[in-house]
């Protein structure tokens, strides 16, 4: 039996987060979770994941495991919140202590911060498999965009990250500490040997000109055949001129600096400090 998979557009951050159900069991997995943050008062909330919840709770689901694709930028992870709920482990790529050894640099953190993975209580390696109720998921290691970039594959389904975005938007920026154009095309082109019928279930969708819908699923054949950056016959290194130049006319996202600091501890908090408060660095002039 396929899986049911069902996708929650968040419209402050573009990100969409899955819920991957096996019919079968009523088991699930939960795919990068949005935890809502105001730059602005530092004020969290938990109106994106609450969608979630409600659906997993109306289907009875049972949820086995949360899923992260990468550290994000973009967005803070609500995976601790929906731990609580659920009492089901969080897992990402194993080679997130590679983000975290860099990020620990960037934002200075003292010993009380491991990079070793330990914030996790599942680190996934390259091809390794696993299953959720009776749907069994591969893990691929697709960096480039982050070094810790996966790509969650189950039967004709892929979760990619933000390593795609829709053909008439392109792909990933390379532009992080740890991100590189090169290997982003090398993942992407192990990505396209996936099956031409493949959908693939992207992590944010933006709104280029000429459309005026959000779209997140793909199929390798339609990237393969008109993905503005990295269709079938740009080369690697005309792929690579390309994105290290948009890169450089980028802004950062303007959660980085947040979201990466709590995204790199597994959706917790930075330990609060004697009155009992958390705090979020900002590095001047790090990045």
Not at 40 to 48: F, H
Not at 153 to 179: I, K, N
Request: charged letters at 25%.
């Amino acid at each position: 039996m396929a899986a049911e998979i069902e996708g929650f557009f968040d419209a402050v951050t573009n990100t969409v987060s899955y819920v991957l159900a096996d019919p079968a069991t009523g088991a699930c997995a939960i795919i990068d979770p949005v935890w809502d943050f105001d730059p602005k008062s530092g004020r969290t909330r938990t109106r994106s994941v609450e969608k979630v919840v409600e659906y997993v709770r109306r289907r009875d689901c049972r949820v086995e495991l949360i899923l992260e694709t990468h550290a994000h930028a973009d967005h803070l992870s609500a995976s601790q919140y929906l731990k609580a709920e659920f009492g089901a482990p969080v897992a990402i790529g194993e080679h997130i202590v590679d983000v975290q050894k860099i990020f620990k640099s960037v934002f200075n953190l003292g010993d009380e911060f491991r990079a070793d993975g330990s914030q996790f209580d599942r680190l996934l390696a390259d091809g390794e498999r696993f299953r959720v109720g009776e749907l069994e998921l591969r893990a691929m290691h697709t960096p480039g965009h982050t070094p810790a970039c996966m790509t969650y594959v189950c039967g004709a389904a892929a979760f990619v990250g933000d390593t795609l975005f829709m053909p008439d938007y392109g792909t990933a920026r390379a532009d992080f500490p740890g991100g590189d154009a090169a290997t982003l095309y090398g993942s992407i082109r192990r990505v396209f040997e996936l099956p031409d019928e493949t959908v693939l279930y992207l992590c944010h969708d933006y709104l280029p000109e000429g459309r005026d819908e959000y779209v997140w699923q793909t199929t390798v054949a339609e990237q393969r055949r008109s993905n503005k950056h990295v269709h079938d016959g740009i080369a690697q290194a005309e792929f690579v001129r390309m994105r290290e130049a948009r890169d450089r006319t980028l802004d950062m996202p303007t959660l980085i600096l947040p979201a990466v600091q709590v995204n790199i501890r597994a959706g917790h908090r930075p330990p609060p400090e004697s009155n009992g408060v958390s705090y979020l660095k900002i590095p001047i002039n790090a990045l």
